[in-house]
Protein backbone atom coordinates (compact mmCIF):
# COMPACT_ATOMS: atom_id res chain seq x y z
CA UNK A 1 0.00 0.00 0.00
CA UNK A 2 1.22 3.37 -0.97
CA UNK A 3 0.85 6.31 1.37
CA UNK A 4 2.31 9.86 1.33
CA UNK A 5 1.72 11.46 4.41
CA UNK A 6 2.02 15.00 4.38
CA UNK A 7 1.59 17.45 7.44
CA UNK A 8 0.42 21.05 7.16
CA UNK A 9 1.61 21.27 10.91
CA UNK A 10 1.80 19.35 14.52
CA UNK A 11 -1.14 21.31 16.21
CA UNK A 12 -3.42 21.00 12.89
CA UNK A 13 -7.17 20.69 14.17
CA UNK A 14 -8.54 18.66 11.35
CA UNK A 15 -7.28 15.67 9.29
CA UNK A 16 -7.86 15.25 5.87
CA UNK A 17 -7.57 12.36 3.14
CA UNK A 18 -7.14 13.16 -0.19
CA UNK A 19 -7.14 10.40 -2.83
CA UNK A 20 -5.46 10.65 -6.30
CA UNK A 21 -5.43 7.55 -8.89
CA UNK A 22 -1.95 7.97 -9.08
CA UNK A 23 1.42 10.29 -9.55
CA UNK A 24 1.65 11.86 -12.74
CA UNK A 25 1.47 15.40 -13.66
CA UNK A 26 -1.85 15.77 -13.27
CA UNK A 27 -2.72 14.31 -10.24
CA UNK A 28 0.94 15.31 -8.63
CA UNK A 29 -0.31 18.95 -9.13
CA UNK A 30 -3.77 18.50 -7.55
CA UNK A 31 -1.87 16.90 -4.48
CA UNK A 32 0.57 20.06 -4.25
CA UNK A 33 -2.48 22.34 -4.80
CA UNK A 34 -4.50 20.62 -2.07
CA UNK A 35 -1.23 20.76 0.42
CA UNK A 36 -1.03 24.48 -0.24
CA UNK A 37 -4.47 25.10 0.75
CA UNK A 38 -3.97 22.69 3.69
CA UNK A 39 -1.25 24.27 5.06
CA UNK A 40 -3.04 27.94 5.05
CA UNK A 41 -5.99 26.02 6.47
CA UNK A 42 -3.83 24.63 9.21
CA UNK A 43 -4.81 21.15 8.25
CA UNK A 44 -3.24 18.50 8.18
CA UNK A 45 -3.13 16.34 5.28
CA UNK A 46 -2.86 12.65 4.22
CA UNK A 47 -2.21 12.05 0.30
CA UNK A 48 -3.63 8.34 -0.65
CA UNK A 49 -1.71 7.46 -3.88
CA UNK A 50 -3.16 4.28 -5.90
CA UNK A 51 -0.75 3.72 -7.94
CA UNK A 52 -3.20 3.48 -11.00
CA UNK A 53 -4.44 0.55 -8.99
CA UNK A 54 -8.57 0.33 -8.72
CA UNK A 55 -7.83 -2.21 -6.15
CA UNK A 56 -5.22 -0.85 -4.20
CA UNK A 57 -7.37 2.66 -3.98
CA UNK A 58 -10.75 0.61 -2.21
CA UNK A 59 -8.29 -0.66 -0.23
CA UNK A 60 -7.31 2.86 0.90
CA UNK A 61 -10.68 3.83 0.96
CA UNK A 62 -11.47 0.75 3.34
CA UNK A 63 -8.32 1.63 5.77
CA UNK A 64 -8.85 5.34 5.99
CA UNK A 65 -12.79 4.59 6.78
CA UNK A 66 -12.80 1.73 8.95
CA UNK A 67 -10.21 4.17 11.69
CA UNK A 68 -12.43 5.63 13.61
CA UNK A 69 -11.42 9.43 14.13
CA UNK A 70 -8.71 9.23 11.88
CA UNK A 71 -9.96 11.17 10.00
CA UNK A 72 -12.06 14.03 9.58
CA UNK A 73 -12.86 14.11 5.32
CA UNK A 74 -12.09 12.31 2.50
CA UNK A 75 -11.69 13.87 -0.59
CA UNK A 76 -11.41 11.60 -3.71
CA UNK A 77 -12.48 11.07 -7.96
CA UNK A 78 -14.56 8.18 -9.18
CA UNK A 79 -11.28 6.68 -10.41
CA UNK A 80 -13.15 3.59 -12.46
CA UNK A 81 -15.84 4.02 -10.52
CA UNK A 82 -14.72 3.50 -7.32
CA UNK A 83 -16.41 6.77 -5.99
CA UNK A 84 -19.85 5.01 -5.00
CA UNK A 85 -18.19 2.39 -2.91
CA UNK A 86 -16.45 5.40 -1.17
CA UNK A 87 -19.33 7.37 -0.64
CA UNK A 88 -21.27 3.96 1.10
CA UNK A 89 -18.14 3.58 3.09
CA UNK A 90 -18.42 7.27 4.36
CA UNK A 91 -21.69 7.08 5.02
CA UNK A 92 -21.48 4.11 7.25
CA UNK A 93 -18.62 5.31 9.00
CA UNK A 94 -20.26 8.94 9.56
CA UNK A 95 -17.04 10.89 7.73
CA UNK A 96 -17.79 13.61 5.81
CA UNK A 97 -16.46 13.28 1.84
CA UNK A 98 -16.38 15.48 -1.27
CA UNK A 99 -16.09 14.22 -4.81
CA UNK A 100 -13.92 16.09 -6.90
CA UNK A 101 -12.61 15.81 -11.01
CA UNK A 102 -15.14 13.55 -12.42
CA UNK A 103 -18.96 12.90 -12.21
CA UNK A 104 -20.71 9.88 -11.67
CA UNK A 105 -22.39 7.45 -14.34
CA UNK A 106 -25.89 8.11 -14.97
CA UNK A 107 -27.00 4.95 -13.34
CA UNK A 108 -25.03 5.42 -10.28
CA UNK A 109 -26.85 8.85 -9.58
CA UNK A 110 -30.11 7.14 -10.00
CA UNK A 111 -29.27 5.33 -6.59
CA UNK A 112 -27.07 7.83 -5.11
CA UNK A 113 -28.47 10.96 -6.10
CA UNK A 114 -27.11 13.72 -5.27
CA UNK A 115 -24.67 15.53 -2.86
CA UNK A 116 -26.64 15.56 0.85
CA UNK A 117 -29.87 14.20 -1.00
CA UNK A 118 -30.01 10.49 0.29
CA UNK A 119 -26.17 10.37 2.21
CA UNK A 120 -25.52 13.55 4.28
CA UNK A 121 -21.79 13.17 4.82
CA UNK A 122 -21.70 13.45 1.06
CA UNK A 123 -21.33 17.36 1.46
CA UNK A 124 -20.06 18.54 -1.94
CA UNK A 125 -19.18 17.83 -5.86
CA UNK A 126 -16.62 19.19 -7.65
CA UNK A 127 -16.68 18.97 -11.75
CA UNK A 128 -14.69 20.67 -14.23
CA UNK A 129 -17.67 23.53 -15.95
CA UNK A 130 -17.48 21.76 -19.52
CA UNK A 131 -20.26 23.66 -21.08
CA UNK A 132 -18.44 26.86 -19.75
CA UNK A 133 -15.26 26.34 -20.78
CA UNK A 134 -16.31 24.67 -23.91
CA UNK A 135 -18.37 28.41 -24.58
CA UNK A 136 -15.32 30.65 -23.51
CA UNK A 137 -13.28 28.87 -25.77
CA UNK A 138 -15.85 28.88 -29.00
CA UNK A 139 -16.50 32.34 -28.01
CA UNK A 140 -12.01 32.95 -28.11
CA UNK A 141 -12.08 31.16 -31.56
CA UNK A 142 -14.25 32.85 -33.44
CA UNK A 143 -13.19 35.99 -32.02
CA UNK A 144 -9.69 34.67 -33.54
CA UNK A 145 -11.25 33.75 -36.75
CA UNK A 146 -13.01 37.09 -37.33
CA UNK A 147 -9.73 39.06 -37.05
CA UNK A 148 -8.00 37.05 -40.45
CA UNK A 149 -10.82 35.52 -41.58
CA UNK A 150 -13.74 36.62 -44.27
CA UNK A 151 -17.36 35.72 -43.47
CA UNK A 152 -19.00 33.27 -43.80
CA UNK A 153 -16.76 30.96 -41.88
CA UNK A 154 -16.77 26.86 -42.43
CA UNK A 155 -16.17 25.08 -39.11
CA UNK A 156 -16.16 21.18 -38.03
CA UNK A 157 -16.29 19.78 -34.30
CA UNK A 158 -14.42 16.76 -33.29
CA UNK A 159 -15.62 15.52 -29.89
CA UNK A 160 -15.00 12.37 -27.42
CA UNK A 161 -17.96 9.71 -27.14
CA UNK A 162 -21.36 11.20 -27.77
CA UNK A 163 -22.76 9.56 -24.81
CA UNK A 164 -20.05 10.64 -22.47
CA UNK A 165 -21.13 13.48 -20.18
CA UNK A 166 -18.25 15.52 -20.60
CA UNK A 167 -18.80 15.04 -24.43
CA UNK A 168 -22.19 16.54 -24.32
CA UNK A 169 -21.84 19.53 -22.16
CA UNK A 170 -18.51 20.74 -24.31
CA UNK A 171 -21.20 20.60 -27.22
CA UNK A 172 -23.65 22.12 -25.66
CA UNK A 173 -21.50 25.45 -24.65
CA UNK A 174 -19.94 25.12 -28.24
CA UNK A 175 -24.12 25.28 -29.45
CA UNK A 176 -24.69 28.06 -27.44
CA UNK A 177 -21.82 29.93 -28.89
CA UNK A 178 -22.47 29.20 -32.28
CA UNK A 179 -26.00 30.15 -31.54
CA UNK A 180 -24.72 34.25 -31.15
CA UNK A 181 -22.79 33.88 -33.93
CA UNK A 182 -24.22 33.49 -36.77
CA UNK A 183 -21.78 33.79 -39.24
CA UNK A 184 -20.04 30.70 -38.29
CA UNK A 185 -21.48 27.91 -40.26
CA UNK A 186 -20.81 24.47 -38.08
CA UNK A 187 -20.55 21.75 -40.87
CA UNK A 188 -20.49 18.91 -38.59
CA UNK A 189 -19.91 16.97 -35.30
CA UNK A 190 -17.58 13.83 -35.88
CA UNK A 191 -17.69 11.82 -32.61
CA UNK A 192 -14.30 9.93 -31.79
CA UNK A 193 -13.45 7.89 -28.89
CA UNK A 194 -11.42 10.73 -27.26
CA UNK A 195 -8.23 9.53 -28.68
CA UNK A 196 -5.21 10.97 -31.03
CA UNK A 197 -5.46 8.21 -33.81
CA UNK A 198 -9.24 8.51 -33.51
CA UNK A 199 -8.96 12.38 -34.34
CA UNK A 200 -6.19 12.07 -36.76
CA UNK A 201 -8.81 9.36 -38.70
CA UNK A 202 -11.62 11.76 -38.62
CA UNK A 203 -9.79 14.55 -39.65
CA UNK A 204 -8.29 13.52 -42.54
CA UNK A 205 -11.76 12.37 -43.77
CA UNK A 206 -13.28 15.53 -43.03
CA UNK A 207 -11.28 17.54 -45.01
CA UNK A 208 -11.61 16.15 -47.78
CA UNK A 209 -15.02 16.18 -47.20
CA UNK A 210 -15.56 19.78 -46.10
CA UNK A 211 -12.18 21.23 -48.26
CA UNK A 212 -12.90 24.61 -47.24
CA UNK A 213 -12.65 24.45 -43.36
CA UNK A 214 -11.38 27.40 -41.46
CA UNK A 215 -12.08 26.52 -37.72
CA UNK A 216 -12.18 23.50 -36.15
CA UNK A 217 -13.14 23.27 -32.78
CA UNK A 218 -11.74 20.00 -30.55
CA UNK A 219 -13.08 18.82 -27.18
CA UNK A 220 -9.69 17.81 -25.62
CA UNK A 221 -5.91 17.92 -26.28
CA UNK A 222 -5.55 14.28 -27.59
CA UNK A 223 -8.15 15.06 -29.95
CA UNK A 224 -6.16 18.27 -30.81
CA UNK A 225 -2.79 16.35 -31.20
CA UNK A 226 -4.94 14.18 -33.98
CA UNK A 227 -6.43 16.90 -35.88
CA UNK A 228 -2.45 19.00 -35.94
CA UNK A 229 -1.09 15.41 -37.46
CA UNK A 230 -3.88 15.60 -39.94
CA UNK A 231 -3.00 18.84 -41.25
CA UNK A 232 0.52 18.86 -41.16
CA UNK A 233 -0.24 16.07 -43.68
CA UNK A 234 -1.72 18.73 -46.10
CA UNK A 235 -0.92 22.10 -47.19
CA UNK A 236 -3.31 24.03 -44.78
CA UNK A 237 -0.97 25.63 -41.73
CA UNK A 238 -2.45 25.28 -38.16
CA UNK A 239 -3.16 28.80 -37.27
CA UNK A 240 -2.99 30.48 -40.79
CA UNK A 241 -5.11 28.38 -42.83
CA UNK A 242 -7.17 26.68 -40.26
CA UNK A 243 -7.93 27.94 -36.38
CA UNK A 244 -7.94 25.05 -33.80
CA UNK A 245 -7.97 25.03 -29.77
CA UNK A 246 -7.06 22.52 -26.86
CA UNK A 247 -7.97 21.66 -24.05
CA UNK A 248 -5.31 21.37 -20.71
CA UNK A 249 -2.90 24.02 -20.00
CA UNK A 250 0.45 22.14 -20.08
CA UNK A 251 4.05 22.51 -21.71
CA UNK A 252 2.95 21.67 -25.07
CA UNK A 253 -0.74 23.57 -25.15
CA UNK A 254 1.03 26.77 -23.89
CA UNK A 255 3.72 26.21 -26.63
CA UNK A 256 1.36 25.99 -29.74
CA UNK A 257 -0.36 29.11 -28.28
CA UNK A 258 3.00 30.71 -28.08
CA UNK A 259 3.61 29.74 -31.99
CA UNK A 260 0.45 30.46 -32.77
CA UNK A 261 -0.29 27.05 -33.60
CA UNK A 262 -3.25 26.41 -31.02
CA UNK A 263 -5.42 29.86 -31.18
CA UNK A 264 -6.82 29.45 -27.10
CA UNK A 265 -6.93 26.73 -24.76
CA UNK A 266 -8.46 26.14 -21.23
CA UNK A 267 -7.67 23.83 -18.50
CA UNK A 268 -6.47 24.05 -14.78
CA UNK A 269 -8.84 21.96 -12.89
CA UNK A 270 -6.34 20.37 -10.75
CA UNK A 271 -6.83 23.23 -8.45
CA UNK A 272 -9.91 21.30 -7.23
CA UNK A 273 -7.63 19.47 -4.56
CA UNK A 274 -7.35 22.87 -2.91
CA UNK A 275 -11.16 24.28 -3.40
CA UNK A 276 -12.19 20.76 -1.73
CA UNK A 277 -9.98 21.21 0.60
CA UNK A 278 -11.44 25.05 1.48
CA UNK A 279 -14.65 23.39 1.06
CA UNK A 280 -13.91 20.72 3.87
CA UNK A 281 -12.78 23.05 6.42
CA UNK A 282 -16.11 25.61 5.79
CA UNK A 283 -18.29 22.78 6.24
CA UNK A 284 -16.20 21.30 9.58
CA UNK A 285 -16.41 24.97 10.77
CA UNK A 286 -20.29 25.04 10.46
CA UNK A 287 -21.22 26.17 7.01
CA UNK A 288 -23.85 24.73 4.88
CA UNK A 289 -23.89 24.99 1.26
CA UNK A 290 -27.26 25.79 -0.27
CA UNK A 291 -29.20 22.76 -1.94
CA UNK A 292 -28.16 24.30 -5.41
CA UNK A 293 -24.59 25.09 -4.55
CA UNK A 294 -23.73 21.44 -3.67
CA UNK A 295 -22.70 21.13 -6.95
CA UNK A 296 -19.52 23.33 -8.31
CA UNK A 297 -18.63 23.41 -11.84
CA UNK A 298 -15.03 24.17 -11.70
CA UNK A 299 -14.17 27.34 -13.55
CA UNK A 300 -11.55 26.38 -16.02
CA UNK A 301 -8.74 28.98 -16.70
CA UNK A 302 -8.34 30.20 -20.61
CA UNK A 303 -5.51 31.01 -21.83
CA UNK A 304 -4.84 33.17 -25.50
CA UNK A 305 -1.85 34.96 -26.54
CA UNK A 306 -3.33 38.15 -24.69
CA UNK A 307 -2.48 36.33 -21.28
CA UNK A 308 0.10 33.83 -21.85
CA UNK A 309 3.27 34.91 -20.90
CA UNK A 310 1.51 35.72 -17.30
CA UNK A 311 -0.09 32.03 -17.13
CA UNK A 312 3.35 30.10 -18.63
CA UNK A 313 5.82 32.47 -16.19
CA UNK A 314 3.31 31.26 -12.93
CA UNK A 315 3.55 27.25 -14.35
CA UNK A 316 7.20 27.41 -14.74
CA UNK A 317 7.73 29.01 -11.31
CA UNK A 318 5.58 26.17 -9.85
CA UNK A 319 7.55 23.39 -11.73
CA UNK A 320 10.51 24.43 -10.87
CA UNK A 321 10.14 25.20 -7.17
CA UNK A 322 6.65 24.00 -6.34
CA UNK A 323 6.77 25.98 -2.89
CA UNK A 324 6.39 29.30 -4.66
CA UNK A 325 2.82 28.38 -4.84
CA UNK A 326 2.54 29.65 -0.68
CA UNK A 327 2.98 32.97 -1.97
CA UNK A 328 -1.42 32.26 -2.72
CA UNK A 329 -3.56 32.38 0.36
CA UNK A 330 -6.03 30.13 -0.16
CA UNK A 331 -7.54 31.29 2.93
CA UNK A 332 -8.97 33.84 0.98
CA UNK A 333 -11.38 31.38 -0.72
CA UNK A 334 -12.75 30.22 2.67
CA UNK A 335 -16.41 31.69 3.02
CA UNK A 336 -15.86 31.12 6.95
CA UNK A 337 -12.47 32.86 6.74
CA UNK A 338 -14.17 35.65 4.71
CA UNK A 339 -18.22 36.05 5.47
CA UNK A 340 -18.55 39.18 3.64
CA UNK A 341 -18.63 36.78 0.26
CA UNK A 342 -21.60 36.67 -1.37
CA UNK A 343 -20.28 32.85 -2.98
CA UNK A 344 -17.15 31.08 -3.43
CA UNK A 345 -15.55 32.27 -6.13
CA UNK A 346 -12.92 29.73 -7.41
CA UNK A 347 -10.31 31.43 -9.50
CA UNK A 348 -7.27 29.36 -10.88
CA UNK A 349 -6.41 33.20 -12.70
CA UNK A 350 -6.25 34.65 -9.05
CA UNK A 351 -4.11 32.06 -7.82
CA UNK A 352 -1.47 32.07 -10.61
CA UNK A 353 -1.34 36.36 -10.57
CA UNK A 354 -0.97 35.88 -6.31
CA UNK A 355 2.15 33.93 -7.30
CA UNK A 356 3.79 36.30 -9.54
CA UNK A 357 2.64 39.63 -7.33
CA UNK A 358 2.44 38.95 -4.34
Same mark, same amino acid.
Given at each position: MILNINHAGAASRYHFALFIPDDTPFWSRVALFAKSAALDLDIKL???DADANRILMLQQFKEAQRVKHEFDALIFPNFLKTAPIALAGCKLAKIPCILYNSDLSDDDKSELGFP????KYWIAQLIPDDEGSAYAIAEKLFEKAHEVMD???SMVAVNGFNADAPAIKRELGLRKALDKDLSITLRQVFYTDWSEDDAYRRTKGFLTRYPKTEVIWSANYRTTNGILRALYGTNRLPGRDVLINSYDIDPVSLDNISNGTVAVAAGGHYVEGAWAVVMGFDYLKG???? !???KIVHTPLLVVTQDNLQEVKTAL??? !???????GLADFATYSMIKNPNQPHYNFSLGKVLAEILHR
Open positions: TVFGERNNPIYRLK !EQDVQL !EREPETL
